[in-house]
């Protein structure tokens, strides 16, 4: 097995872009990546290497954001504006990005929370369908098939 700061230099992103997907806050997520890899550290003995280690702290540090949300009362909030993680050349590019980005999220609204999730972690977390559906413990097909049937609803909605 790998030594913690080779796991922490290799994973840090992914479940820093994981915690941002699923907090919408970069405070929030960089504070969570921390604590999860802080009570990764302490747990290490319990990994079993059934799965990639990366999903095994997405799991982590997910049941971490979960724990927050039940402290602080909060009702996980999808809205979501992604506008200042693209340079565009002029204002009315990015006029026109932002209108369109807006679109989108307001239909993803509209999606269960589950299927929600799913275009998430695809699109912003950048991760296989097998690892969104080994964090969410189901199955690359169900993955597959969610992240499917959503686009779909998606475009229904046109």
């Given at each position: 097995m790998q030594d913690i700061k080779e796991i922490y230099e290799e994973y840090f992103e992914t479940v820093n872009k994981y915690l941002f997907c699923l907090t919408k806050n970069y405070d929030i997520a960089e504070e969570?990546?921390?604590?999860?890899?802080?009570?990764?550290?302490?747990?290490?003995?319990?990994?079993?290497?059934?799965?990639?280690?990366?999903?095994?702290?997405?799991?982590?540090?997910?049941?971490?954001?979960?724990?927050?949300?039940?402290?602080?009362?909060?009702?996980?909030?999808?809205?979501?504006?992604?506008?200042?993680?693209?340079?565009?050349?002029?204002?009315?590019?990015?006029?026109?990005?932002?209108?369109?980005?807006?679109?989108?999220?307001?239909?993803?609204q509209k999606l269960d929370e589950k299927t929600r999730e799913v275009i998430y972690l695809r699109i912003t977390g950048e991760l296989s369908f097998k690892e969104i559906g080994d964090i969410l413990n189901k199955s690359e097909t169900w993955a597959r098939v969610t992240f499917y049937r959503g686009k779909q609803k998606m475009k229904e909605g046109d």
């Open positions: 969570l990546t921390q604590e999860t890899f802080y009570r990764a550290v302490k747990r290490i003995g319990t990994y079993k290497g059934d799965c990639k280690i990366s999903v095994w702290l997405c799991q982590i540090a997910k049941n971490l954001w979960y724990d927050q949300c039940r402290k602080n009362k909060k009702i996980v909030n999808y809205d979501y504006d992604m506008s200042n993680l693209e340079v565009k050349d002029s204002v009315e590019e990015q006029i026109i990005s932002n209108d369109e980005k807006i679109t989108l999220y307001k239909k993803m």
